[in-house]
């Protein structure tokens, strides 16, 4: 049955503490390994940006077949839990490895990267993957999964602000002057936490709701039926790729825009911990989903975005403007963050009462999945693209034409796209109120009766 029940708070923490696992290793890849590659690994910034392209487009294929897995998952844990039990150690490894940094020729350098990157995005998708099917699993009090949901988007912002402030000064501390041997060393000790949060998650959560079909294997052609007529699901898909360009470009293009724009290196944590004041608008989302329909509180979120990188445009080098519009961004991105993955968990609920079938693992793990991966690798190639079209050479003065594009880079491009968001979001509909879906499923699996 559709179970209503509410979460326990040790649970939600717990449940959150996977995304600060996630976040602290991870958060080191998306948010600096471009940086790690281009200036202390020393790959050309070309080959960079056809490099995280490429193996964001590589690893979109094991999202859906990860999904299909978790759907044919059946254990004592449930579906998606047990993935996290199984992965979380080889994700650590693979991060350390990534940034191991082995001595090799510029080919060699080139091969290696994008190996260890490919294996890192994969098995980073089989623990991850499974904390958003699990959310459509933990109950279906839309409420208490927004609540859920905030509690781990907090906690991978606290992840992500622990690596915002520790990350460099570890790095200088650990390295002794070494940048390549102090993001190993951090590295290893990221990954040893991440791993002991990751098992707090599986050993403190449970997967609750159940269905007709939640203990069975779901056949591929099964699953795929709950796509067809999931206008919603294609809808969070789009929104789940465009929202992470969006902020993966901005997140990759500051250390660029900081150190050669700015001109100060040194205001880098400053400026990337300040953008987890996103924290305040996550704070937010609960109270404002008691009062306000889903989609028009993320709309909003994204439109506050996009001003709040006008604002750093207005302040030029000014800091405390760059520090204020910061800020203001990102409790703007603190709305969205908060419900995306709430608006794709709905998804599910709507395809089972579309179609009569539940595929949370291929429905979540494929918009999640491949929307996080071709977002992400979009959101970091595009940057090194724009920067190579205007002639950027590491450590070195930069040119007007360059700082130019590392200005469209930080500012404009995460613009565009926060606006593309919101268009997105203008055309969001269920067919009809969210609450009489989940009302018709209950009395469905009460009267254990098809869907017409």
Not at 11 to 30: F, H, P, Q, R
Request: charged content about 10%; some cysteine; hydrophobic content about 50%.
């Amino acid at each position: 049955m559709h179970n209503n029940q509410k979460i326990p708070l040790y649970e939600k923490i717990s449940y959150g503490l996977g995304d600060t696992a996630c976040n602290l290793i991870y958060m080191v890849v998306t948010t600096y390994l471009t940086f790690y590659f281009t200036d202390v690994y020393g790959i050309s910034v070309t080959v960079v940006g056809v490099l995280m392209l490429a193996v964001r487009f590589l690893d979109m294929i094991d999202s859906p077949v990860l999904g299909i897995l978790i759907d044919k998952t059946n254990t004592r844990w449930g579906k998606s839990r047990p993935w996290i039990l199984w992965f979380c150690i080889p994700f650590a490894a693979s991060c350390i490895m990534l940034f191991w940094g082995p001595d090799l020729s510029a080919t060699g350098k080139m091969i290696y990267a994008f190996a260890a990157y490919v294996m890192v995005s994969v098995f980073y998708s089989c623990v991850n993957n499974p904390l958003s099917t699990m959310l459509p699993s933990l109950t279906s009090d839309q409420q208490e999964r927004t609540v859920a949901n905030t509690f781990r988007m907090l906690g991978g912002q606290f992840g992500g602000l622990i690596v915002n402030m520790t990350l460099l000064p570890l790095v200088a501390f650990l390295g002794a002057g070494d940048m390549q041997k102090g993001f190993f060393a951090t590295l290893c000790l990221y990954a040893v936490v991440g791993v002991a949060l990751l098992l707090i998650t599986f050993f403190n959560t449970r997967e609750r709701v159940e269905t007709s079909s939640s203990k069975q294997s779901l056949p591929f052609k099964e699953g795929i039926k709950s796509i067809k007529g999931n206008t919603p699901w294609l809808m969070a898909l789009l929104l789940t790729i465009f929202c992470y360009i969006c902020y993966t470009q901005r997140s990759t293009a500051a250390i660029y825009y900081l150190t050669y724009y700015i001109g100060q290196p040194d205001v880098v944590p400053i400026v990337n911990s300040l953008a987890m004041c996103s924290i305040l608008g996550l704070f937010m989302v609960p109270f404002l989903t008691r009062h306000f329909d889903k989609r028009w509180v993320i709309l909003v979120g994204y439109a506050v975005f996009a001003l709040g990188q006008f604002i750093i445009f207005l302040g030029d080098k000014n800091l405390w403007i760059i520090y204020f519009g910061t800020v203001f961004g990102a409790i703007g991105k603190g709305f969205t963050s908060g419900l995306l993955f709430v608006m794709i968990a709905d998804t599910v609920d709507f395809g089972e009462w579309k179609s009569g079938i539940r595929a949370q693992g291929l429905l979540v793990s494929t918009a999640a999945g491949i929307g996080i991966k071709l977002g992400a690798g979009l959101g970091g190639a595009i940057p090194m693209w724009i920067l190579a079209s205007g002639g950027y050479v590491a450590n070195q003065p930069q040119s007007q034409e360059s700082m130019n594009a590392i200005v469209a880079s930080y500012i404009w491009v995460p613009i565009a796209f926060a606006l593309i968001c919101v268009l997105i979001l203008l055309f969001f509909k269920y067919e009809k109120p969210f609450n009489e879906i989940i009302a018709d499923l209950n009395e469905r699996n009460k009267n254990k009766q098809p869907a017409q």
